[in-house]
């Protein structure tokens, strides 16, 4: 029987990452059984102190002390705060016997941005992760080594499972169920829950933020200028020559204090700017694309669907009500 621990570290953790984790496997086990098997998991909920009080205090959970795990299969890692400093710092001790597991041969899942917990172990450095898009900046300054792959949905890399933003995690589950159990007691849990199995990515939900807490003055300049002028033809050699610096080295600080390069950085933010028009309002593909600075309607539902990963007719559908 894989034995499997669900952690709760110390400080603001998700608690529906938690009860609900627990909740799938505990029902796909009971499923596994009903259909003539032995039951394929003991599933534990641990942590460092005896209680932890969540959401104002509604809600309190009583975690066994992982002192008492001496070796566990599978560990699952639940969401935490955004005050990811003061995570990581609080709980070493964890930590370090998440480590110790791994090394021992258990299985690492994080949910959400418990990839921020995770990655503190080094055990993520080399590999690849996910994490909710709206951590993606925070992830990649405070975790250079680590391949941060924001766009898919649930990751997959030598024995670390991770998964995107918030409710998400139910794939991630439901990927353990189907790994654990087999694929059919995964379809039983889809539909028990109703959780769509066909889900890869969490692109669609992406909000573009533009990082400028960077502090380079020069490149908050040239985000400026992009950003106010989208429906013009901007050439990045000028831009950079009238800022008074080398291509190259615009090119080398604009990647530092962003995450992409100028060309990404534009693309995003034009995106950005056409989704929120596809949602809102009743103008045609045509007609966006032009605001943004797009004559060429192939290239522009091509950079579309790559970054959103929906064409702009599919996903005015989705989220305009009024289409």
Same mark, same amino acid.
């Given at each position: 029987? @894989?034995?499997?621990?669900?952690?709760?570290?110390?400080?603001?953790? +998700?608690?529906?990452?938690?009860?609900?984790?627990?909740?799938?496997?505990?029902?796909? +086990?009971?499923?596994?059984?009903?259909?003539? +098997?032995?039951?394929?998991?003991?599933?534990?909920?641990?942590?460092? %102190?005896?209680?932890? *009080?969540?959401?104002?205090?509604?809600?309190?959970?009583?975690?066994?002390?992982?002192?008492?795990?001496?070796?566990? &299969?599978?560990?699952?890692?639940?969401? %935490?705060?955004? !005050?990811?400093? +003061? %995570?990581?710092? $609080?709980?070493?001790?964890?930590?370090?016997?998440? *480590?110790?597991?791994?090394?021992?041969?258990?299985?690492?899942?994080?949910?959400?941005?418990?990839?921020?917990?995770?990655? /503190?172990?080094?055990?993520?450095?080399?590999?690849?992760?996910?994490?909710?898009?709206? /951590?993606?900046?925070?992830?990649?300054?405070?975790?250079?080594?680590?391949?941060?792959? %924001? &766009?898919?949905?649930?990751?997959? $890399?030598?024995?670390?499972? #991770?998964?995107?933003?918030?409710?998400?995690?139910?794939?991630?589950?439901?990927?353990?169920?189907?790994?654990?159990? &087999?694929?059919?007691?995964?379809?039983?849990?889809?539909?028990?829950?109703?959780?769509?199995?066909?889900?890869?990515?969490?692109?669609?939900?992406?909000?573009?933020?533009?990082?400028?807490?960077?502090?380079?003055?020069?490149?908050?300049? /040239?985000?400026?200028?992009?950003? =106010?002028?989208?429906?013009?033809?901007?050439?990045? =050699?000028?831009?950079?020559?009238?800022? /008074?610096?080398?291509?190259?080295?615009?090119?080398?600080?604009?990647?530092?204090?962003?995450?992409?390069?100028?060309? =990404?950085?534009?693309?995003?933010?034009?995106?950005?700017?056409? @989704?929120?028009?596809?949602? @809102?309002?009743?103008?045609?593909?045509?007609?966006?694309? $032009?605001?943004?600075?797009?004559? &060429? !309607? @192939?290239?522009?539902?091509?950079?579309?669907?790559?970054? #959103?990963?929906?064409?702009?007719? !599919?996903?005015?559908?989705?989220?305009? *009500?009024?289409?």
């Amino acid at each position: 029987m @894989k034995q499997v621990t669900i952690l709760v570290p110390k400080g603001k953790v +998700n608690l529906s990452s938690i009860t609900g984790s627990l909740e799938i496997l505990t029902r796909a +086990n009971e499923h596994w059984r009903k259909m003539g +098997n032995r039951p394929k998991m003991e599933i534990r909920i641990a942590g460092l %102190v005896p209680e932890l *009080k969540l959401d104002g205090g509604f809600f309190s959970i009583f975690p066994v002390p992982i002192g008492e795990i001496k070796k566990t &299969d599978l560990i699952i890692l639940p969401s %935490v705060s955004y !005050d990811y400093g +003061n %995570v990581i710092r $609080d709980n070493t001790a964890l930590i370090a016997w998440i *480590k110790e597991q791994y090394k021992n041969g258990a299985e690492i899942a994080s949910i959400c941005t418990g990839a921020f917990l995770l990655a /503190a172990t080094g055990l993520l450095d080399g590999k690849t992760c996910s994490t909710h898009w709206n /951590a993606a900046n925070d992830f990649r300054r405070q975790f250079p080594n680590v391949h941060l792959q %924001v &766009d898919q949905l649930v990751t997959s $890399d030598r024995g670390i499972y #991770t998964n995107g933003g918030a409710y998400s995690f139910l794939n991630l589950i439901l990927f353990l169920v189907e790994k654990y159990f &087999d694929r059919a007691t995964a379809i039983f849990c889809s539909k028990v829950f109703q959780i769509d199995m066909d889900r890869t990515s969490q692109s669609p939900f992406f909000i573009f933020q533009a990082q400028k807490n960077h502090g380079d003055e020069l490149i908050g300049q /040239a985000q400026t200028y992009i950003e =106010e002028n989208l429906s013009a033809k901007i050439s990045f =050699e000028e831009l950079a020559s009238s800022l /008074a610096v080398s291509r190259r080295n615009f090119d080398r600080r604009f990647i530092k204090a962003t995450g992409n390069t100028p060309v =990404e950085y534009l693309q995003r933010v034009k995106v950005e700017v056409a @989704k929120s028009a596809l949602e @809102k309002g009743r103008k045609n593909v045509f007609e966006i694309m $032009d605001e943004v600075g797009y004559s &060429d !309607d @192939k290239a522009f539902r091509e950079v579309f669907k790559r970054i #959103t990963g929906m064409s702009p007719l !599919d996903y005015r559908g989705r989220y305009n *009500k009024g289409a």
